[in-house]
Every structure is written in structure tokens, then in C-alpha cells.
């Protein structure tokens, strides 16, 4: 598996094309990695960013920077394993952000999502959350709503639900956190009778603090 910097053609297309959100987070451009199968094959991107409230290190007791947010996870299902991708990212999170101390990352109950990846590779569980809003049946699927801004849709007459909110996981870089991250630990949830799929779960969100060299080539990317 190789992992090499993501041009915004490579994010625009698999988080549009990958991702069940459909929808490029605003930040995602900040600081992302494409993955390629040992075949050489593109198997799309994962994102990182700082959140989507400047408040994201707040609970940590930390600056901003020092807390990102893993946002996107989209690729197309010919990785070999997707938890070793997000693995091998964020092994070079402390060369291209070297400010990041702690990782967050959310799994989307309202898509059935527990956080299996997180599991996977060993992130720390802190709990559920309950979001406000609602959310539209489209397309045979619940949407958030900032997703269908960009479908061209009237949402007045779709079926619609309260948002179902996500499951948190944290993820120390700086291993003096690992002690305090555990006593934040809580039992993994159990998985959802809907199958997590590769593409990856997380929300739309985020965007790294402007201090980290956040510089990127569009080589050998796709259009």
C-alpha cells in the first residue's frame, strides 16, 4: 500500500463519488493523503482537518492545531484493508502537522455506522452524541441536510427524522496522552444491523489550523 499527498482533483472526485455524503467538507482540502493498492491502483483519499468548531481542542484542554479531526475516509474499496490505511495517515500526521497531538473522529449513527474502522485500528471510545436538526430520506438513504443544499432539491416534501447524532472516538499522537485518553474510555458500541462499508464514515466538517505546512502537489492524481 502506498500513501502520498491528495491533489484537490483526487478529493473532489472521491469524496463526491465515495463517500456516502457525497460532498467535499470544507475543509478537506487542508491536509490529505491518496491511497494506492499494492496493484498501483488510486483508491481514493483520507482527510484530516481541524473540526468544525475552533472549540475542538477545548475539551482537551489544548490550543488550536493541537486537536484535528480525521473527516473524510473515501475511498472505493480496492484498498486491502482500510483501517491499515488510516493507520499508515496518521503515522505522517506528526511530519505534515506537527502541531497535532490528538486525532478525533466521528461514525455516523444515523448511517448505521459504529466506528468499526476505529475499532479496527484502536482508537479511543468516548461516547455518543445526540444532534440537533433533521435529516431527509433521498435517494433511499437519510441525508444530512448540508448535502442536500448542493443536490438541487426541495426538501419540503421529503420524509424526514431528527438526526440520530454520532459515536466519538479519539486517537493520541503524543503518547504522554495515551494514560489520559484511556480514563476518556468507554466500551466499544456494538455493530449496527447496517454493514459499515470501506468508503469510509465521517462527517462533513473540519479544516487544519493555518500555522501547519499544509502544502500540496497535484502529481500523479486523478481529474
Known amino acids: ?56 481542542a477545548k475539551p482537551y484542554g489544548m490550543k488550536q492545531g493541537q486537536v484535528i479531526e ?38 455516523d449513527k444515523g448511517q448505521g455506522h459504529v466506528g468499526t474502522i476505529y475499532q479496527a485500528s484502536n482508537w479511543i471510545y468516548t461516547g455518543g452524541s445526540n444532534s440537533s436538526g433533521q435529516e431527509y430520506y433521498v ?5 444530512h441536510p448540508s448535502s442536500i443544499k448542493y443536490m438541487n432539491i426541495d426538501r419540503a416534501n421529503l420524509p424526514k427524522r431528527a438526526m440520530s447524532g454520532k459515536h466519538k472516538y479519539i486517537y493520541p499522537l503524543d ?15 456494538k455493530k ?4 459499515e462499508t470501506d468508503s469510509g464514515v465521517q462527517p462533513e466538517t473540519g479544516g487544519l489550523s493555518p500555522t501547519l505546512p499544509l502544502q500540496f502537489s497535484d502529481e500523479r492524481q486523478p481529474d
Open 1 to 56: 500500500m502506498k500513501i502520498e499527498r491528495a491533489s484537490k482533483q483526487a478529493i473532489q472526485y472521491a469524496c463526491k463519488n465515495f463517500h456516502y455524503a457525497k460532498l467535499v467538507a470544507p475543509r478537506c482540502y487542508d491536509l490529505a493523503f491518496s491511497i494506492f493498492n499494492n496493484d498501483g491502483e488510486w483508491c481514493g483519499v483520507i482527510c484530516y482537518g481541524r473540526g468544525g468548531t475552533p472549540a475542538i
Open 70 to 107: 480525521l473527516i473524510r475516509v473515501a475511498l472505493n474499496g480496492k484498498q486491502e484493508q482500510t483501517s491499515k490505511a488510516v493507520a499508515l495517515t496518521l503515522k505522517l500526521l506528526p511530519k505534515y502537522a506537527p502541531m497535532a497531538r490528538l486525532v478525533v473522529s466521528y461514525a
Open 139 to 143: 435517494n433511499g438513504k437519510w441525508t
Open 175 to 189: 503518547k504522554s496522552l495515551v494514560e489520559y485518553c484511556q480514563q476518556l474510555s468507554k466500551p466499544y458500541p
Open 192 to 195: 449496527a444491523a447496517a454493514e
